[in-house]
């Protein structure tokens, strides 16, 4: 038995239907009415459609089947206020039941007025809610409704400016009234900007036109662009904040610079560091100072298993033998006069489960050689003034400019601690051996220099063939620096040799100090203090091994390095090999 039949048994339950105003229309999933009382004819009448007509027009709008809900339709011959409800048998829903009546009926009003009551307080919420301020006025400019973002933007409260003209929102340069000018001479879309209190704002009107096409009412939004902007500016803010701390971390962590490999030499290394890389086992590298030792051992560790471990650096030539055990292995609270109340922990108990590099090691004396040595063997670190030991789980990593095997021989270094450490050895050509990586080693520290000093310098193929004649003893530092002297002091954008300050530009005298022009004596002794200074650090990289070269007291060389900030702009830069 179809649906239509079901309901023409129930003749009582007809009666009551017909009796109740609305149109009430019962359509089946199939998009059939099958079912209308006597209002539905009525309202089909009065609309002068036909019920397929009207239940399409309806269907235009509105999914009539599956939809509920209360909405207001247009159609043909007038605006037709709905209630569209589920119809439902047996918990399955067979169709829509919905109650209608023409838009202004009388004996329908209170169902109207419901339904208007119900959007106006949807529109309210939504313009609360919005982040933008809004303000609804007539034609004339008069205020009608703002919302709660409108009150902030503009400091004031909407029972004093309700009612009153937009004038009162244009003290200091704001633009409503503008707005409302130009809207009145032309009605379109407008957005204008303008300023109120110091604040940049964008406002942008809309009208609102009647029945008859004439400018009812203006909606004007107003973003507080001041706001925006500072946000932004924070945001920038913090995104170069970020971009910097990623830098510090990165520096910290020692990532440098790229692995730059165009020689048989260097891709030999490279390709060792990625086998080493999947290994525990203990690396030595070696080589002239600036070749890029520590380039390597950054590679080795952000290719590492342990790259999200801790990686700390000692510069063993940097600590001196009194220090050396309460640095590498912390102490207790109250081991000794001057120590922190509060203890301290060694670099090896820092480097837990991640890796540990050794930077000079063989600076290292004898006395702090064997208790390396036993830190090594037995894999755990006994803070001073401790009862016991603590185990540590680390992945060494040692570096050094001088021969050890030398130093076994002539016994400043133990042959057994050598060994522990010389397990893999990578040693780095100086540059004058790897040729081929001159010029990209150039062109990379041309790149970084330009965008760093916001230049635009460029190399002569001349230039180019004349750093590949150069020795470098400096090896990549010593590139380094000539290449930023050369983006630095020409005035040039195209560089030539006659650019190039170094070691090969002027004739050999013999003299360790030469004179080139009459200074104040105490300026002369002051820059050759800080040429000397420049040269030693480029050479040893560590006050102890600088002050032995200088014949000086290494306490000398720090004031003096502090003194005349020498090594303090290499934080500045990140290194390649």
Known sequence: MNGEAAFRRYADFDAILNSIYCAIFIVHTDGRAVYRNGAADELKAELGVTEDELIGALEAQIDVVHGQGRFAVAVEGGMIICHLLPWTQAGQRQGSIIVAHISGKERCSAQELDNVIDVLEEIDAILEVVADGIVVADKNGVIIRVNKALETTFGIKRRDVLGRSMEILDREHSVCGELVRKMNEDPKRIVVSGTYKQKELLCTGAPIFDRQHRLKTIVISIQDMSALNTLRKKLEEQRLYTKSYMRE???????????????????????LVHVVADVE????????????????????????????????????????????????????????????????????????????????VGELSLAAQVKLLRVIQEKEVQRIGAAKPVKVDVRLIAATNKDLWSMVC???????????????????????ERREDIIPLVNYFLKYFNEKYGKEKEISPELYRFLMRQDWPGNIRELE????????LPSENKLTPSHFVGKGTGEDSGAAVKVQRLVPWKRAVEEMEKELLTQAYREYRSTRAMAKALEIDQSTVVRKMKKWGVGSHEKDKNDAI
């Open 249 to 271: 971390i990165s520096l910290f962590n020692g990532s440098g610079g790229p692995i730059v490999a165009h020689s048989p030499a260097m891709k030999k290394i490279l390709h």
């Open 281 to 360: 086992s203990v690396v030595l590298i070696t080589g002239e100072s600036g070749t890029g030792k520590e380039v390597v051992v950054n590679e080795i560790y952000h290719t590492s298993r342990r790259k999200d471990k801790p990686f700390i650096k000692i510069n063993c030539g940097a600590i001196p033998d009194t220090l050396f055990e309460s640095e590498l292995f912390g102490y207790e609270s109250g081991a000794f006069t001057g120590a922190r109340r509060q203890g301290k922990v060694g670099f090896f108990e820092l480097a837990n489960k991640g890796t540990l590099l050794l930077d000079e």
């Open 410 to 432: 002539q016994g400043t270094f133990r042959q057994d601690l050598y060994y522990r450490l010389n397990v893999i050895h990578i040693h780095i050509p100086p540059l004058r």
């Open 481 to 488: 620096n000539a290449v930023e002297t050369m983006i630095v």
